[in-house]
């Protein structure tokens, strides 16, 4: 059975009438001890609160106990809703229907990242309605808001069900031809959100996917893919073997998008991929009817070792680089500007449709080191498995 709460998490500024407003935050929770929170402000996942095998529950999602952490700390788009268009839009424009549109560009005045410079994340989302089993946000974005043509109308629904299952799903329709990538960013630490890198390299993970976006020294899409083994996380890894391999190159951890189908179809929803921290049992299943998934390891968060002010999380949490892990469900990046990638435009009297489906499961610590052999004769799921 699935409940549903409300409170008051605080006050932001509204960025369109500039104005003071009430944020506020909805909790489902079911009879497993799953919770999950989201906030008003910017369709944030603020919480998802999860017992482990030893039936300890604690948050597994980075963020902040208030307002003002998430609008301080906004360019690292906790646990945020990304939108119009998530990502890159190269240059700042695109052509469609024979026309040039030029979009606002907020990444280093030449390109635009995750819908300008007031993106889906700093807009206060109005409540839709409560439903039995979750929560249903709304937003409406102004034709040639950020540049962007055509008035779209999105709704986000959060949900979960007693099997621990979180579903996100995303609807828009719109009165212009224009491109729609609506995604989510949540930092994961399955060891709880307090961990930090060692409970980060702790991780057991595996995803069903192979091929990497290259890009161009600028970071855009160049529409080729790339096999580079360090990225090949189709059977068990752990997250610190596979950072460590990153010592002697620039990026000093993930920040990849793989291609996980080029024959995109938003009506099937496929297996992404399996994280597991073994100490504590949490595991994390992803399925999703995206096209790419980009996977990090929190890079750009500050290092301790170069004397970096930390960001202050939950309960004074320092986080640290690597403290966390994002696994973002999206179109191809820069498809605008990419014929052969899948479609990111949608027309009037089109449905656009993002889902994505979290399983948040429990393994005995000695499941999680066995061969997959022996758990496949107990009848268990081995880790590379679906």
Known sequence: ???????????????FTKKAQVVRRYTMSNANNLSVSIIQ????????????????????????????????????????????????????????DERRIIVSKNLGQKHQIDGGFVGFDQVIWDLYMIRPDGVTLRHVSQDGHEGFPGTLNVMIHFTIDDDNLFFIRIEATTDQTTPVNLSNHIYF????????????????ITMDAVETMETSADGLPTG????????????????????????????????????????????????????????SGRSMKILSNQP???????NDFPQE??????ILGKNCTRYWQHSGFSVQLLNYPDAVNQPDFPKIFINPGEHY?????YQFGIQESWKCCAEPEELEALGEEPMRGR
Do not use: W
Not at 1 to 15: H, K, L
């Open 1 to 15: 059975m699935v409940q549903v709460t409300e409170d008051i998490f605080g006050i932001a500024t509204n960025p």
């Open 41 to 96: 402000l910017g369709a944030t996942i603020q919480s998802i609160k999860i017992p482990d095998a030893y039936h300890q529950v604690s948050d597994v999602v980075l963020g902040f106990e208030d307002v003002a952490g998430y609008v301080k700390y906004r360019n690292y788009k906790f646990g945020c809703t990304l939108g119009r268009v998530t990502d890159v839009v190269g240059n700042g424009e695109f052509f469609m």
């Open 189 to 204: 630490n399955l060891a709880g959100q307090c961990t930090g890198k060692k409970g980060i390299f702790d991780h057991r």
């Open 224 to 279: 080729r893919f790339n096999n580079d083994s360090v990225y090949d996380i189709r059977l068990p890894v752990l997250i610190g073997d596979r950072v460590r391999q990153f010592e002697k190159r620039s990026a000093k951890g993930y920040n990849v998008c793989y291609a996980l189908d080029k024959e995109f179809d938003s009506n099937i929803t496929r297996y992404v991929g399996r994280f597991m921290h073994p100490q």
């Open 292 to 298: 790419s998934v980009k996977f990090a390891t929190a």
């Open 305 to 310: 070792p170069l004397g970096e002010e930390p």
């Open 353 to 357: 449709l993002h889902e994505t489906i």
